[in-house]
């Protein structure tokens, strides 16, 4: 064994580990709040999967519809999520994304622009208003880039005063965290390697702000990165920390369907809200069967009107191409099954019939760009072909919604972005993700900073538990009689996709947990080839424990929720049960195996729920709340 | 669409691949034999030789759909963005060569140590909040952003930074030049309609070692996002910095009045500086290929400098038959770069050949 007094070891008050929107902005507010921070990316700085984001950030700043406001964008949240959010987390989210829009203007960040100069707004599917502040198509760039861009300028500020650009904020690029190391029940530090020279870090902490996004990798089809394995919920879970609604996963419903090298690559929902629809294999635009009737009052129901809404919002019922996602979702895969679709298995998303060329070109230059370049397609000739692909992940670590620090058994820890749970319900809008994670990030990353300084004694790393970690990291490296780490994950992928995917069955569930189960036995005995320099068939083996625990999670609560709600939907249990929206599934780690509970949703308080009126509440919660609602109204009068 | 898709790679056809494997201490090209699908692209490629063949081949990538600039390598020579590298542009017999970015130094395979990118980013000033405007108060025109917004699509992939001369082979030139990406990263912010500094320009050239690039547009040539990093960055900083320097009116005033009160662009007024002035008869002959052999040029030398003279308009470069700019190292039939502005001119050029309008006296025109 490696002696452990040998490892790189770092002392940080506040480590962030993930460098995504999410991470970079925590980061920045535990740096501000002059804590010494460093920031853990598993890939190079500034290539996060924040890139990705195409549409824009969603914002009630009513630059161009000045009736919006954070009541109208709470309530599309909690429509979005179907009233299964943390309310708290959609109030502050609505409150306050605004102030953290235009404070990405002061780091340099420049939006798309309205006609007396403000941030552009955008349409997007779920919001009731123009509101996604955006940068063409390629908005998460500029959020990256922007937050990238201000902590080097954090760094020019250090190095300026104490002559260190790396005084107080350091990124360390293409570092993979393992482990968190406890004293007790508090945080100490967390264990990782360099995966350029495969050799150990050690950083002692006593805060540790996770942001390391989501879990896409463990399915087939995704729009993920390969930095998509869930490491931030498994360390979390391993730590003591407890996951919420881990079964609800987003099937982003346009993914790319050819060619197969680009499968599961996004086009942006932009597409639809520029005018884009959809079409199945007969030409038929199809989206006006599937609204459904929580939404006939929002969506039109004939061409006509639809098209006039692009003009005249205001007296006009939106197109149903812009239904949240999880809708649009199961109808293209209901088009497909019925033997509607197109030879590669998607439908036709069609902008080239609608839109001049030129538009589309400056409405979608990255879109453009990326049919052109990868699939020779030009989208301002023909109709893209799509289909649903893993995009997001709604279920996380449960949080504490004002300061994000994790619940459970663990202290010090705290989490932002997609690896966090509770803030989306069970579907999440679109743009509704970048401003959560400047929201939260903003705030883990300042709690973390403020836990810290009212720490009375710094905690200890134990050395058995680096002893411990060093271990299990270099097992797979010294095993050579276990599988490849590629085929153990490709199987992996087939479960989840085919198992636990968009629409789910009882017996597909308990046959995909049997699955895990055996995958679990031989995922322990993985072996990687080669040395600990670079080694990508070594980092796979080491994320492959973190894929499988989380898709336990996925698999077992997917079994338990007896409905079908947002990103989860049950084909033996087809319609919303009130009963259940009140109700979290809470995963935890027992020893090796995880544990599922029932919790119950926090309340929605009183002013909050009065936003909303009853006939729609009446969609969504039991004749109990109900009748209590009703109590409350009678009251104020 | 599922019909239109190119047929060279024809499913489960093998197809010869030569991959560099190695680190720091040498290395050499490996062959491989590997299936390829219709559709695919060189990094899904390299993808099926991990999951066979090479299961420690390393490589970066991160979105796989030219995002993120992570998947930066050489294929067959040229610098390629491998997601964004279609197995149909290649014959079917044709070897595929792929090998590291040649401008940094190899860690293992096809990783390469870009540590020096992230130390110039560091070294660029960054933005200058205008003070005194709250957040949620910055007004700008979209005209007005999207010049800078035109640098903002750089995914960072160093395909610029590889590819250029300055520095490829020439590591002693590494200390002291910054690269096409951060001149335009000066420049975004030089065009940013509410930085408060001003300096942007005489930065790219004091400290950014703009003055070491002389145009041979090859990091243009390469860019994945099509950013015309030398005719819209590099050139137009260049030229300012140009007039600064050697133009006699500016070089006076910067002795008379303190530095740094000198005419500046200022929020939102960058794009007035190339209005040209149509009402004026001039005939223009300003020509960077141009030499001094110019009867009329030479007279108006005699009558002094006409600042109202029409300059010409930037235009696209010509490209060659194949769709490419002409110049490239690769082809270019000497060694080192060409001059960009032809062999047969010295500087400094007259002041009459200077693309300049001087703006006090634009005022007063």
Partial sequence: MTTTTRIERHHYDVVVIGAGGAGLRAAIEARLAGRKTAIISKSLFGKAHTVMAEGGAAAAMGNVNSRDNWQVHFRDTMRGGKFLNNFRMAELHAKESPQRIWELETYGALFDRTKDGKISQRNFGGHEYPRLAHVGDRTGLELIRTL???????????????????????????????????????????????????????????????ATGGVGRSYKVTSNSWEYTGDGHALALRAGATLINMEFLQFHPTGMVWPPSVKGILVTESVRGDGGVLKNSEGKRFMFDYVPDVFRKQYADNEAEADRW??????????????????????????????????????????????????IRRRLPSMYHQFKELADVDITKEPMEVGPTCHYVMGGVEVDPDSGAAAGTVRGLFAAGEVSGGMHGSNRLGGNSLSDLLVFGKR??????????????????????????????????????????YTLQQDLQAVMGDLVGIIRRQGELEDALRRLAELRERVAKVSASGGRRYNPGWHLALDLRNMLVVSECTAMAALERQESRGGHTREDFPAMDPKWRRVNLVCALDGDTVRLTHKPLPKMRPELVGLFDRAELAKYLTDEELAEFDALTEEER | MGDNGSPAGKPGAKRRFRIWRGDENGGDLRDYTVEVNEGEVVLDVIHRLQATDAPDLACRWNCKAGKCGSCSMEINGKPRLSCMTRMSTFTEDETVTVTPLRTFPVIRDLVTDVSFNYEKARETPAFAPPEGVAPGDYRMQQVDVERSQEFRKCIECFLCQNVCHVIRDHEENKPAFSGPRYFIRAAELDMHPLDARTDRREYAQA??????????????????????????????????????RYDPLVWLGSKIFRRGQEPQSTAGSAGKESVV???????????????????????QAQKGVNWHREVPHPTAPAVDASGKLPLTELTFDRAAAPSPFGDDVTFPLPPEHLNFAHPSQDEKH
């Fill in chain 1, 310 to 359: 692009y003009a005249d919002p205001d007296n006009n019922r939106r197109p149903p191409e812009l239904l949240p996602r999880d809708e649009v979702a199961r109808a293209i895969n209901s088009e497909v099954k019925a033997g509607r679709g197109t030879p590669a298995g998607g439908v036709y998303l069609d902008i080239a019939s609608r839109k001049s060329a030129d538009e």
């Fill in chain 1, 444 to 485: 883990a990353g300042g709690h973390a900073a403020s836990y810290t300084e009212q720490l009375a004694s710094r905690p200890r790393v134990s050395i058995s538990a680096v002893e411990a970690a060093v271990e299990t990291a270099l097992a797979p490296l010294q095993r050579d009689t276990g599988e490849s780490p």
């Fill in chain 2, 277 to 299: 002035h149509s009402g004026v008869r001039q005939v223009g002959v300003h020509s960077h290929g141009g030499g001094s052999g110019d009867p009329s040029a030479e007279v």
């Fill in chain 1, 148 to 210: 990238q861009q201000k902590i080097v300028s954090l760094q020019q500020e250090d190095k300026r005063d104490l002559g260190d650009y790396e005084a107080r904020i350091k990124v360390f690029s293409e570092t993979t965290i393992t482990e968190l190391l406890l004293d007790g029940d508090r945080i100490a530090g967390a264990f990782g390697y360099y995966r350029e020279s495969g050799e150990f870090v050690l950083f002692e902490a006593p805060a540790v702000v996770l």
């Fill in chain 2, 207 to 244: 400290e950014q070692g703009l003055g070491f690039c002389n145009i041979t547009k090859c990091c243009t040539e390469v860019c994945p996002e099509h950013i015309k990093i030398t005719d819209n960055a590099i050139i137009p900083m260049k030229e300012r910095v140009v007039d600064r």
